[in-house]
T-cell receptor, first 106, second 114 residues
Framework: KNEVEQSPQNLTAQEGEFITINCSYSVGISALHWLQQHPGGGIVSLFMLSSGKKKHGRLIATINIQEKHSSLHITASHPRDSAVYICAVNTGKLIFGQGTTLQVKP | GAVVSQHPSRVICKSGTSVKIECRSLDFQATTMFWYRQFPKQSLMLMATSNEGSKATYEQGVEKDKFLINHASLTLSTLTVTSAHPEDSSFYIC??????????FGPGTRLTVL
């Protein structure tokens, strides 16, 4: 079993929909990252969380340390949100989930 | 936010040649740099961690004589793939960390070995 599990693996949504991507982990961590990878490959760091909730524009990330679970929400999704979203946990080094491929259709 | 650059963005080389990839932190001092490899449809895998001025720490299964890492300054780390073979074709990504725990990722380098 992977130390970091994301769900779903693939997600197709219509523009405007509310999207949730989940991440569960089984190791002790100091922080959790949500990353966005576009088709060209470059990676952008969206959030780093160690507790609670963070919001940036239409993106919201939450983490429950006791349950070892985090969620990334996208409100009012847009086709430009189409990308791979990756959860990574910091155990001293980063361990990555397999990613969630999101496609938002107009 | 902080910026990390990689050069080149794409490289195609013949089997048996060596390829050097540069990773630079443009607006902060990176005490630690990380090198990752990503195969198609797979997640990132950490190859090695390098601290400025000291030898890199390689992950299990990564050949240190094949993937030479140099972190000679607080803004530059290089990864040299020696005697490259087609199975080394991959997407190589670096990240850099300063005094905080936040890692800033480079745009990646796509290596194709013919």
């Amino acid at each position: 079993k992977n130390e970091v599990e994301q769900s779903p693996q693939n997600l197709t949504a219509q523009e405007g929909e509310f999207i949730t991507i989940n991440c569960s982990y089984s190791v002790g961590i100091s922080a959790l990252h949500w990353l966005q990878q576009h088709p060209g490959g470059g990676i952008v760091s969206l959030f780093m969380l160690s507790s609670g909730k963070k919001k940036h524009g239409r993106l919201i990330a939450t983490i429950n340390i006791q349950e070892k679970h985090s969620s990334l929400h996208i409100t009012a999704s847009h086709p430009r949100d189409s990308a791979v979203y990756i959860c990574a946990v910091n155990t001293g080094k980063l361990i990555f989930g397999q990613g969630t491929t999101l496609q938002v259709k107009p | 936010g902080a910026v990390v650059s990689q050069h080149p963005s794409r490289v195609i080389c013949k089997s048996g040649t060596s390829v050097k990839i540069e990773c630079r932190s443009l607006d902060f001092q990176a005490t630690t740099m990380f090198w990752y490899r990503q195969f198609p449809k797979q997640s990132l895998m950490l190859m090695a961690t390098s601290n400025e001025g000291s030898k890199a720490t390689y992950e299990q299964g990564v050949e240190k004589d094949k993937f030479l890492i140099n972190h000679a300054s607080l803004t530059l780390s290089t990864l040299t793939v020696t005697s490259a073979h087609p199975e080394d074709s991959s997407f190589y990504i670096c990240s850099a960390k300063g005094v905080t725990d936040t890692q800033y990722f480079g745009p990646g380098t796509r290596l194709t070995v013919l």
